[in-house]
């Protein structure tokens, strides 16, 4: 790490060095402890503009810009984006969910009316083989 770049990260990053990337963290450090004088005047001048940049009110955007811009853009052949494209997609993808939802029902009946109707003749052909009165028949 060398001045210039020292100077570029806290210029770009600020003054705290939590915030500039992970991987110039510990060469930062160890400039700072080589070179404490010019570190100190570099970090005192992003602390600065870091102070500055706090106290600046936020921009707020009137109606009336906000429109002149979307019609300027429009005069220069840009398109605005589909507004509602993720909605459209969310909608479709919450129609597949119930189509599948519906689709497994459907199956389900289906495949569990064969069983149901299996049981039923099993059980009717289990009462015909009885010579004698079921239980079921004595005990009500």
Avoid: C
Wanted: hydrophobic share 50%; no cysteine; net charge negative.
């Amino acid at each position: 790490m060398n001045a210039q770049r020292f100077q570029d990260l806290a210029e770009a990053y600020g003054a705290d060095v939590r915030r500039w990337p992970e991987a110039e963290r510990d060469a930062a450090r160890a400039f700072m402890e080589a070179d404490t004088h010019g570190a100190e005047r570099l970090l005192f001048e992003a602390r600065q503009m870091d102070l500055a940049l706090d106290a600046a009110p936020r921009p707020m955007v009137s109606h009336a810009l906000r429109e002149q811009v979307i019609a300027l853009a429009a005069a220069a052949g840009l398109k605005p984006r589909a507004r509602f494209a993720f909605r459209r997609l969310a909608w479709a993808s919450g129609a597949g969910w119930a189509a599948a939802s519906v689709a497994g029902v459907l199956v389900g009946l289906n495949l569990s009316q064969p069983a149901v109707t299996r049981a039923e003749a099993d059980a009717v052909l289990y009462q015909s083989q009885l010579l004698a009165l079921d239980d079921t028949e004595v005990l009500g």
